[in-house]
Structure formats: structure tokens, C-alpha cells
């Protein structure tokens, strides 16, 4: 597989770890159609539209408001979405936007304290 780097993507050291790379590639943090193009150009077999649950990022948009815009440019590897999921409507409503798996670690971070309390 040849790996071209866009201006402004990735270095060429990344680029060849890429092509050498024997397992599954999942990229998680794409929050822009632009990344998206640059990710299913280097073959990736998944994409995470997420922000890193806002936490480092100031000012960034949420993946929900993303998602369709990302899915729409590369239906094919399978896109999830983790980061703005707190309740059960935001799963319902990233899977009717059409991701594949939706990603909930913060709201189980959240219940276990309370669960070992009980």
C-alpha cells in the first residue's frame, strides 16, 4: 500500500508505520470531514469521531454534531463515536446517525463509586 502524506497530515515516519503495521488500525480523535479523508486514504480499518471527552480540548465541537458529516464521507470502515455520551438518548440517537458502536466509558466511571458503596 503507498501512503501519501497530506500538507499538514501526518510525517513520513508515521506514514511508514502505517503500511508496515500487520494488525487492525483504528484511529480515534477525527472530528472534521478533512480527517476523515486523510484517515480512509491511509487505509484505516475504523474511525472514532471523538473529542477526548472535552477534557483536554478546550472549545472543540461535540462528536454528535460531527457524526453524520464523518459517516456521510466514509460509510465504509466502521465509525464509532465515544466523548458527549451520558445518557441513553445520546447512544440512541449516534446509532440513528448511523455509527456502528457507540463508546460509554465516562458513564460507567461515573456509577461505579456508587456501586461499590451499595
Known sequence: MKVD???GGCSTRLANRIVRLDRYLI???ILSAAGT???RDYGVD???VSNHGDRQLDDVVSPL???Q???EVCPDPSVMIDGGIRRGSDVLKALA???RAVLVGWSFACVTPVARRA
Open 5 to 7: 502524506c497530506l500538507a
Open 27 to 29: 484511529i480515534k480523535g
Open 37 to 39: 479523508h486523510m484517515a
Open 46 to 48: 475504523g474511525i472514532t
Open 65 to 67: 454534531t460531527v457524526l
Open 69 to 71: 458529516s464523518v459517516v
Open 97 to 99: 446517525l448511523d455509527a
